[in-house]
C-alpha cells in the first residue's frame, strides 16, 4: 500500500528538528505544517512575504489576504512577521534557511531536480524554486515515484529543464524513503507499509542502492 498525500507529509515531517527554519514549497509541502510535532519550535518561511506560518485555517479563521506562496489560505503564528518579496528573498540568498522541502517533476541520482516547468506548457513563472535549491542548507523533496502512465521520476538524469544541479539530499515518496549519495544514486532508507523492495526497485530508474534489511515507515 503506497501513501497518499498526507502520508508523505507526516512523514517528512519527522526530518523536522527543533530550532529549524524551514521554507515549505507548493503542493504536498504546503501539508508539512500540519503535521510538525507543537514540541518543536520552528519558524515557516514563505518567500511571498511572511515568516511564521501556522496550520491550515478552519472555516471562521480563513482570511483571503493570508496566503502562501501556492496562495492557500493560512494562519499565522504569534510573533509572525510580513515583509516584502525582496525581504524574504534576501533571507534565502543569504543563506538563513535550514531545510526546504520542494515539490519535484523529476530528480536524477546526482540530486539534480526539475520542478519548474513541462516544455510546451504554459508557466507562469518559475517561482522561487531556483533561488532556494541554490541558497538552502537541505532539501528534501516530496513526490510521487512514477508519473501517472507509471514512468519513474527517480532517474539517471533528469530529461525536463533543471532547477539545480546536486542538491537533493533526500527524497520522500508514495513508495520510499531515499538519501541521495555524494557518488550518486539513491539509497534506500524505509518503503512504505506493505510495499515491497522489489516493487521500488522497479519504479526506480536511476540507480538504487540496497542494503541489508529495508525497514517499513513509521507513520503516526
Given at each position: 500500500m ?7 507529509a ?15 514549497g ?8 500540519n ?17 511564521g506560518i501556522?496550520?491550515?485555517p ?12 501556492g ?6 503564528r ?8 525582496a525581504?524574504s ?8 534557511v ?13 540530486g ?7 516544455p ?7 517561482g ?23 514512468e ?18 533526500k527524497i520522500?515518496?508514495?513508495l520510499?524513503?531515499l538519501e ?25 530508474a536511476?540507480k538504487?542502492?540496497i ?9 503516526d
Amino acid at each position: 500500500m503506497s501513501l497518499d498525500k498526507i502520508g508523505i507529509a507526516k512523514r517528512i515531517a519527522q526530518e523536522v528538528k527543533d530550532g529549524m527554519y524551514i521554507n515549505l514549497g507548493i503542493g504536498i509541502p504546503t501539508l508539512v505544517a500540519n503535521y510538525i510535532p507543537d514540541a518543536l519550535d520552528v519558524v515557516l518561511q514563505s518567500e511571498n512575504g511572511l515568516l511564521g506560518i501556522g496550520q491550515f485555517p478552519i472555516e471562521e479563521e480563513v482570511d483571503a489576504d493570508l496566503i502562501n506562496a501556492g496562495k492557500q489560505t493560512i494562519t499565522m503564528r504569534d510573533g509572525s512577521v510580513l515583509f516584502d518579496s525582496a525581504e524574504s528573498f534576501a533571507m534565502i540568498r543569504g543563506g538563513h534557511v535550514d531545510l526546504t522541502i520542494l515539490g519535484a517533476m523529476e530528480v536524477s541520482e546526482n540530486g539534480d531536480i526539475s520542478n519548474w516547468k513541462i516544455p510546451g506548457k504554459m508557466v507562469k513563472g518559475m517561482g522561487g524554486a531556483m533561488d532556494l535549491v541554490a541558497s538552502a542548507k537541505n532539501i528534501i523533496v516530496a513526490m510521487q515515484h512514477t508519473s501517472r502512465s507509471g514512468e519513474s521520476k527517480l532517474l539517471k538524469n533528469c530529461s525536463l529543464p533543471i532547477t539545480g544541479l546536486q542538491c537533493v539530499k533526500k527524497i520522500v515518496t508514495n513508495l520510499a524513503v531515499l538519501e541521495v549519495q555524494n557518488g550518486g544514486g539513491f539509497k534506500l532508507l524505509e518503503r512504505a507499509p506493505g510495499v515491497t523492495v522489489d516493487e521500488i526497485k522497479e519504479a526506480t530508474a536511476g540507480k538504487l542502492l540496497i542494503e541489508g534489511e529495508i525497514p517499513e515507515m513509521k507513520i503516526d
